[in-house]
């Protein structure tokens, strides 16, 4: 079974970064196609960046030139570059090996103004 990590959250003022992490283990990871989602309460949990194996991304709309998604193989880990942030980038964020259904348990970011 996979399992998903998220970490590196938390509360930052706007303009703002931080970095999250997702640790995953259970699968082959150098051939994964790693996913950051985020979902903000009252609203649909939504894709905000993704990664395949050879390293080629592609982001939202709402976060192309301030969030960059990344990975190490080595260390079976992606990471979410958040900068320039925004209040409405508050949401809790996920990750995921999007050819399997599993999901990690998430963790918050917070963007005050």
């Known amino acids: 079974q996979v399992q998903l990590v998220e970490s590196g959250g938390g509360l930052v003022q706007a303009g703002g970064s931080l970095r999250l992490s997702c640790a995953a283990s259970?699968?082959?990871?150098?051939?994964?196609?790693m996913a950051w989602y985020r979902q903000a309460p009252g609203n649909q949990r939504e894709l905000v960046a993704i990664i395949n194996g050879g390293g080629t991304t592609n982001y939202a709309d709402s976060v192309k030139g301030r969030f960059t998604i990344s990975r190490d193989n080595a260390k079976n880990t992606v990471y979410l570059q958040m900068n320039s942030l925004k209040p409405e980038d508050t949401a809790v964020y996920y990750c995921k090996d999007i050819r399997y259904p599993y999901w990690g348990q998430g963790t918050q970011v917070t963007v005050s103004s």
């Open positions: 259970g699968s082959i990871f150098s051939i994964s196609v």
